[in-house]
């Protein structure tokens, strides 16, 4: 089995039908690793997608909190501005649909699917550091994560840590050898709003009959999706940060 994987993508349609067209028959199923909405302007549409596409996702804490689920005292001002609107536009179905996803991890054949660590679901796994903390916990080799927006992840190989580099400007993919015997937490990007600094929307693929993870990067159109952000009548920020990718 061939998976796509999708993390964070933030009720970005640009973005996502993107990927889709850049994903096309390399996959058999889709999975999300969370946060399908917050932030962008068509909440409703990306989880109509995924009701009928994705075989599992899993929450995200934008999900939470845009479902009613979450107090959003913590949130930034920029990101309550964006869950209240969110809020406002989704439909009931929609909404119930969100307040019944299941909370990582998750397993999902022999890997397993997080929003933030596998330890707990709002935390970020953003350096060698954070992800040292979370290895002798891991009962699989592989972990796939989000909530970081940075693609990429980090390894546990004989004794040594290494961090997967990020694709370069010039590079549209690269496969990840997943060894066995290690343990490998793996971010497949942000597909809605990246913050590694390159603006492409992100994407993996995992070939369950070689192990191996592609990860992927593909433009698309920001400003279309940033005049709909403002349209919306959301944060200006929110769309100038798609094309910077920050
Ligand atoms: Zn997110």
Known sequence: MRY?????????????????????????????????VGYGPDPN???EWARENVLLTIRGNHDRACCGMDDIEWFNPVAQAATRWTMGQLSAENTEYLRNLPGGPVLQDDFILVHGSPLDEDEYVASMTDAANVYPYLEVSLTFFGHTHLQGGFAWIE?????????????????VEVTPGSCWLVNPGSVGQPRDGDPRAAYGIFD????????????????????????????AVLGARLALGR
């Open 4 to 36: 796509l994987l999708l993390s964070d993508l933030h009720s970005n349609r640009e973005a996502l039908e993107a990927v889709l067209l850049d994903a096309n028959n390399q996959y058999d199923r889709i999975l999300s690793c969370g946060d399908l």
């Open 45 to 47: 549409y990306v989880v």
């Open 159 to 175: 004794e040594t840590q290494r961090a997967i580099r990020r694709l370069k400007p010039e590079e549209s993919a690269m496969r």
């Open 208 to 235: 369950g009959a070689t192990g191996d993870v592609t990860l992927h990067r593909t433009p698309y159109d920001t400003e279309a999706v940033r005049r709909k952000i403002e349209r919306a009548g959301l944060p």
